[in-house]
């Protein structure tokens, strides 16, 4: 069982939905990530959280939207989605620098469909 | 040119032998290497991290790092029908690892 838990874990909405993905961690740590992974590719990242701060958006469209209530929990609303927005999306966390020399440890993922 | 190279493979060994996977890169600033395994419909599992050059072990593994050829390696010993994945190599310049740059993933087959 990895220690980033993601739910739900199959999603499938149409282009006029509007759902969220939600991401949880328990090992204390201050940075959070979304990413999106389509098949047989690398995982591209999409947001990063510091302190609950945005920190990092890579030109993701606005129809993504992400929220970090708090220093545990991490979502992803989304809302007017595209065929080509399907793919798995991993949420991932580490340390913030300084709190501990650790990589990314990663959730298993939200594997999402768009109708 | 992308800043990391990795063999797509498949690599398809028999169980037993020694893997050998492989990843190339352009940034001399990266400083910190990392090897993730992903099982199919699974996330990115980390197996392995390094600073700067040389190696490491864990068990079957090994990770090795040369920055003045600027490659990296993952070595599998006794390798078993379950190391059957796809293997991630990252790297980042700095230790907030904030912004992982990935290969593309190297698929491994081992056989019985």
């Known amino acids: 069982d990895t220690e980033v838990t993601q739910t739900p874990k199959h999603l499938v909405m149409g282009m006029t939905n509007k759902k969220s993905l939600k991401c949880e961690q328990h090992?204390?740590?201050?940075?959070m990530y979304w990413y999106k992974q389509k098949a047989k590719k690398p995982p591209e990242l999409m947001f990063v959280?510091?302190?609950?701060?945005?920190?990092i958006n890579e030109s993701v469209p606005s129809r993504f939207s992400p929220e970090c209530p708090n220093s545990s929990l991490l979502n992803l609303h989304l809302h007017a989605l595209q065929p080509e927005d399907s793919a798995l999306y991993l949420c991932a966390s580490s340390p913030i620098p300084g709190q501990g020399d650790q990589p990314q440890h990663f959730g298993d993922g939200t594997r999402l469909s768009i109708l | 040119q992308k800043e990391v190279e990795q063999d797509p493979g498949p690599l398809s060994v028999p169980e037993g032998a020694i893997v050998s996977l492989n990843c190339t890169y352009s940034n001399s600033a990266f400083q910190y290497f990392m090897w993730y395994r992903q099982y199919s419909r699974k996330g990115p599992e980390l197996l392995m991290y390094t600073y700067s050059s040389g190696n490491k072990e864990d068990g079957r593994f090994t990770a090795q790092v040369d920055k003045s050829s600027k490659y990296i390696s993952l070595f599998i010993r006794d390798s078993q029908p379950s190391d059957s994945a796809t293997y991630l190599c990252a790297m980042s310049p700095n230790t907030g690892f904030q912004k992982l740059v990935f290969g593309t993933g190297t698929r491994l087959l081992v056989s019985p």
């Open positions: 090992m204390g740590h201050r940075a």
């Open positions: 959280y510091s302190y609950e701060k945005l920190s």
